[in-house]
């Protein structure tokens, strides 16, 4: 069953074409990385199905619900949450802390007068459930600007996973870390998607970390679609290797 629907989106700056017809189907509980060269339209790609830019053409469904036209939050409302490639905490707060007020944003009650202490509790308790599942529980207490870069990435993932989404957009989860520090954040979201079966949209440059990851990889150039398949099937297309992989075997 597709989760998440893109129906020839396309969006236009100007007279750039940054993303140029896209339809995908993301089945539930698939892992779904989207790759491509600098400029391929990724990131865009990522702010049209969240709200951030509206398309030029075509839409965006989740769970068979248009969610064109909505804005960010009743998109993140709905299910659907994601992380950015630059590292965007509150350095001097907690990671738990971190982790509750994202759980916080989401709940429709946040602001409200009363039952303010009902909404914090649980806020807390989905913090406390997201940093055990990216392995952050020992960390939670610590300053966010006092953790690694690794622990910093691997948290926001948790501050979206606190947010109960049905799928999970992560946008170049490694961004920035050092090889030892990817190999570790790595295995740590491997056995993380396997254990919660989220279902996922992944940007990433480092291929090891694709390959490792995903199940199927949609490939962009230029804005388009120009291959999609398995690992291995992509591994072994040669309109794939002209444009991005660099001829690798």
């Not at 049905?166 to 998607?193: K, M, Y």
Request: glycine share 10%.
């Amino acid at each position: 069953m597709a989760l998440l629907e893109l129906d020839g989106l396309t969006r236009r700056f100007g007279g750039i074409i940054a993303v140029d017809s896209v339809s995908m189907r993301v089945e539930m509980g698939e892992v779904r990385a989207v790759i491509g060269p600098n400029g391929a339209g990724k990131s865009t790609l990522f702010n049209l199905i969240t709200g951030v830019v509206p398309p030029s053409d075509g839409g965006v469904r989740f769970d068979n619900e248009s969610l064109t036209g909505l804005s960010p939050y009743s998109i993140c409302q709905r299910g659907i949450s994601r992380t950015f490639q630059i590292t965007s905490l509150f350095p001097e707060m907690s990671a738990r802390d971190n982790a509750r007020l994202s759980a916080q944003a989401r709940h429709g009650r946040r602001w409200q007068p009363f039952g303010g202490a009902k909404v914090f509790a649980e806020a807390e308790a989905l913090a406390d459930a997201a940093l055990k599942q990216l392995g952050l529980s020992a960390i939670a207490d610590r300053p966010a600007g006092l953790l690694s870069h690794g622990d910093q990435r691997l948290l926001e993932v948790a501050m979206a996973m606190a947010q109960q989404p049905r799928v999970l957009l992560l946008d170049e989860p490694t961004q920035g870390l050092s090889v030892e520090e990817t190999a570790q954040a790595v295995e740590t979201l491997a056995r993380f998607l396997h254990a919660s079966k989220m279902t996922v949209l992944l940007v990433e440059h480092d291929m090891e970390v694709v390959f490792r990851l995903a199940q199927r990889i949609t490939v962009l150039h230029r804005g388009a679609v120009i291959a999609d398949g398995t690992p291995d099937e992509v591994k072994a297309d040669a309109r794939v290797q002209d444009a991005y992989l660099g001829g690798l075997e």
